[in-house]
C-alpha cells in the first residue's frame, strides 16, 4: 500500500525560506511521479512541480526559481525547498505519488492516485 505524508509547514515571513517533506512508502517497483501542490480555500488546487523516476523535473511558472523540487538518495522522501515566500504562497501544501507514470504524463493532480494530509503554509509581514 502506497503511503504519503507531508512535513516541515509551519508560518515564516515574507521573504523566508521553508523546506516541506514527503515521506513516500509502499511504492513498487519501476517507474513513478510525484508532485507537490497547494490549495486555499474556496479556490482551486495548484500543481507547482512535478518529478519522476527518471530525474525529471517540471514546474509551474508562478513558482520557477523560487522553490526546487528534489528527492533523497534513498528515494523514499521528496522534498520542497520554498525560498522568497510572499504572502500569497498561503495555502495547505499536498505531496502526491502515482506509480507507473513518468514523462508527459506526470503533471496534471488528475494524475495522482495517493495523497498526502497536507501541511499548512503561513507567511505573514
Known amino acids: 500500500q502506497v503511503q504519503v505524508m507531508e512535513s516541515g509547514g509551519g508560518s515564516v515571513q515574507v521573504g523566508g525560506s521553508l523546506r516541506l517533506a514527503c515521506a513516500v512508502s509502499?511504492?513498487?517497483?519501476?517507474?513513478?511521479?510525484m508532485g507537490w501542490f497547494r490549495q486555499v480555500p474556496n479556490k482551486e488546487r495548484e500543481g507547482l512541480g512535478t518529478l519522476d523516476s527518471d530525474g525529471q523535473t517540471k514546474y509551474e511558472d508562478s513558482v520557477e526559481g523560487r522553490f526546487t523540487i528534489a528527492q533523497d538518495n534513498a528515494k523514499s522522501t521528496l522534498y520542497l525547498q520554498m525560498d522568497s515566500l510572499q504572502a500569497e504562497d498561503s495555502a495547505m501544501y499536498y505531496c502526491?505519488?502515482?506509480?507507473?507514470?513518468?514523462?508527459?504524463?506526470?503533471?496534471?493532480?488528475?494524475?495522482?492516485?495517493?495523497w498526502g494530509q497536507g501541511t499548512q503554509v503561513t507567511v505573514s509581514s
Open positions: 502526491a505519488v502515482e506509480p507507473f507514470r513518468t514523462g508527459a504524463f506526470c503533471w496534471s493532480g488528475a494524475d495522482f492516485g495517493y
Open positions: 509502499g511504492l513498487p517497483s519501476g517507474g513513478y511521479c
